[in-house]
């Protein structure tokens, strides 16, 4: 019996017949117990004595709800309860930045025109500022939803440059992209920069991962019908199989800068572009992370 009941709750489980003989009184508890499929059921039970001649307690009755639809979706509205106050946060702080950001980027524009000898320095610094523009304003996207421009873009595009972007670094670190592709382009209405987020996030987090360096895979494939996967193959850390269902928590982080947020933001891009992500991962081996799109026809 001990073995259908998780091993979490037997104690609770016990103590709570036990209360139930002491006291000789009803109890209420929630507990998981094993399907004969092997995955667990959140049970809620109500147990009560039966008693017999003398009021002595001859058997006990357990009555069980199945309630594991109602644990999802309070969890489910936990999370996005928690997302909706990091949206709001993240949004505030990015317009506190945005307001000093525009004075200096009116300055160094100013600065340009009148010293042309340091040009190669303002634009510098004026590309820069563009970036942290683009941050903030993917922060403030994330606190209400703006307008987004949906464009049709080539996947593989997006892709290439992310990854153009990224190579310095990758090279400092001694990682390689390895970039396939099959030959077709792959045509999507999207917000560009958010999927370049995207694949920028989840790069970041496997050059993370990759201490010593190697490979990174990164192939784009038709899937399904209409569908296609884009995928990213690390030879990092990995992430042990019971952290799986925590990636895209917000906050949610194993690194000591970390944010945890990447990932979060991620999840929300792909469900904005009616499009999934899973993850495989193996200890010490790598991580797999596959990204289904849908394409247009
Ligand atoms: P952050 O990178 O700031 O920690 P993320 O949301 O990007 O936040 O990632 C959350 C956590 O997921 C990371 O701290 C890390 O533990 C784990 N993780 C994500 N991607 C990988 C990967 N490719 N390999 C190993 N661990 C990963
Ligand atoms: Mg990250």
Redesign the pocket.
Known sequence: MSKLIHPDDVDMFKNTIKSLFENNESQSMEFRFKHKEGFWIEFESHCMPVRGEKNYIENTVIISRDISERKKAEEFLLQSEKLSIVGELAAGVAHEIRNPLTTIKGFVQLFKREDTNSIVFTDLLLSELERIENITSGLLSLGKPQAVQMNRSDLGELIENTLELLSPQANMNDIQFKFSSAESPFFMICEKNQLKQVFL?ILK??M??MDEGGDIQINLRKGAEGECIVSFQ?Q????PEELLPR?GEPF????EK???????ICHKIIKQHHGSITYQSKVKEG?LIEIRLPLVS
């Open positions: 996030n987090n496997a993370e991962a690390d990092g850390c990995g992430i990636l949610y982080t194993l690194k970390g944010t945890g947020l990447g990932l979060m991580t």
